[in-house]
């Protein structure tokens, strides 16, 4: 039902899904791709929408709306002079080679320019905001039951959205952001891949992922991708894939003017690459990039989503990685104190793998108590995390400590055994 005190073109900008702020920016996109010298501000908007009759667009501005709208002008509310009129008919037409053509009926033309799929239930903005808070939740569920659970969400959200999409009506703005959802949830299935020890499976949810952050033209998007392409490339071996990958999430991030924070994750992975390759000159240079970004970011006026987990944490650990390669566990055990430490509480699976690490690598440079009494802390809170690359983590250290003639040892692997489901028996 029409709204009342409500214009034409008002119902047709609304029913697309612009506000007028955001129908200039898209007027002002479509009159470049056209190559028209026409612009518009949000108080001309406001004029058109608000005076009876609204005021003549000029024929430039005529000709944006109606490749916009996908109707004439006189349909938008104005009165159009006789001159002005867009009429319906072929291109070849000779009585309309010096007008603007439709080439269909001008009201069908509407209804398929604002509502792509004519078939299925109306989605808009509110199932929008349902979906985005459940894609969002698997960041949570990750984070503290681990991945296998975050993966059978995901394919709950994944069957939805590429349902909504191939059956159900929604204007374009609603379905770029049902796709750009997709693209993110390609995204989390990489990470679950890498989390799971599923790598050629994570590498191909990082192609589907980047394929369709490039078809929404999203650069940062494809930069999420790209870092957790690094992690899955660098389990494959794939050293010079891990590279180019840093190497173009750089270009990206830049070409999009990204903030501090999104080029400390680029650093951090630039560093996870030199240290896999023993490149450890190249690892220090990455991780002083990475201070030195750390110590900008809260100058980011926004942060994605998906580097909002990154903290003067993940440089510790980084850097600790970088000692233990190098062969000195004892200089890395403090590093990997001051992760844990900058953890916090809130990253449950996080912080139960940093800590797993830390338990390693004091088991590594001979302090086999305070080894066990880390485990030990870890296992006092384990609740049932279900992610495969700690379980692995946990099995490696249970196994160095079963080697060790220590009662603390001992008694830690025993209670490994007892505690964690899946473990060395």
């Not at 056209?34 to 608000?50: K, N, T």
């Not at 059956?167 to 959802?181: F, K, N, P």
């Not at 992975?269 to 990039?289: E, K, M, Y």
């Not at 250290?397 to 899946?422: K, N, W, Y």
């Amino acid at each position: 039902m029409a709204q009342v005190g409500v214009n034409r073109l008002a119902r047709l900008r609304r029913a697309a899904g612009y506000t007028q702020a955001s129908f200039v920016a898209a007027f002002t996109a479509e009159a470049a791709r056209l190559g028209v010298r026409a612009a518009v501000s949000v108080r001309q908007v406001r004029r058109w929408e608000r005076e009876a009759p609204p005021p003549l667009p000029h024929p430039g501005q005529q000709i944006v709306l109606e490749v916009i709208f996908g109707v004439p002008l006189a349909e938008m509310g104005f009165d159009a002079p006789p001159h002005r009129v867009t009429a319906a008919g072929t291109v070849s037409d000779p009585e309309a080679v010096k007008r603007r053509t439709f080439v269909a009926d001008a009201g069908s033309l509407a209804a398929v320019a604002l509502s792509p799929a004519l078939r299925g239930p109306r989605v808009g903005a509110a199932d929008l905001v349902k979906l985005r808070a459940r894609l969002d939740g698997l960041y949570e569920t990750d984070h503290t039951a681990g991945s296998v659970p975050a993966m059978t969400e995901a394919h709950g959200i994944e069957s939805e959205i590429t349902g909504v999409l191939g059956s159900a009506t929604y204007t374009g703005r609603v379905g770029r952001e049902l796709q750009t959802m997709l693209a993110e949830l390609y995204g989390h299935r990489a990470w679950y891949g890498y989390d799971g020890g599923r790598i050629e499976r994570g590498r191909a949810s990082c192609l589907e992922a980047l394929a369709a952050a490039q078809l929404v033209g999203d650069p940062l998007l494809q930069v999420s991708v790209l870092e957790t392409l690094v992690l899955l490339a660098i389990k494959a071996g794939r050293t010079w894939e891990a590279a180019s990958a840093v190497e173009n999430a750089h270009r990206l991030a830049t070409r999009a003017a990204a903030g501090h924070t999104v080029h400390l994750v680029i650093a951090l992975r630039d560093a996870n690459v030199a240290t896999h390759a023993g490149d450890l000159a190249g690892a220090r240079r990455a991780l002083s990039r990475a201070v030195n970004h750390q110590a900008r970011a809260d100058r980011d006026s926004e942060v994605p989503g998906w580097a909002r987990f990154v903290g003067p944490f993940e440089v510790d650990y980084a850097t600790a990685d970088m000692y233990v390669r190098a062969g000195q566990p004892k200089r890395a055990v403090s590093f990997l104190r001051a992760a844990v430490r900058g953890m916090g509480g809130e990253l449950a699976r996080n912080g139960a793998s940093y800590r797993v690490r830390l338990a390693g690598v004091l088991l590594d440079a001979g302090e086999v108590d305070e080894a066990c009494a880390v485990m030990n802390g870890v296992l006092d809170t384990w609740g049932g995390i279900s992610s495969p690359r700690l379980l692995s983590r946990v099995t490696e250290f249970q196994r160095a400590a079963g080697g060790l003639d220590s009662v603390a040892a001992r008694a830690c692997g025993d209670r490994i055994r007892e505690t964690v489901p899946g473990s060395v028996t």
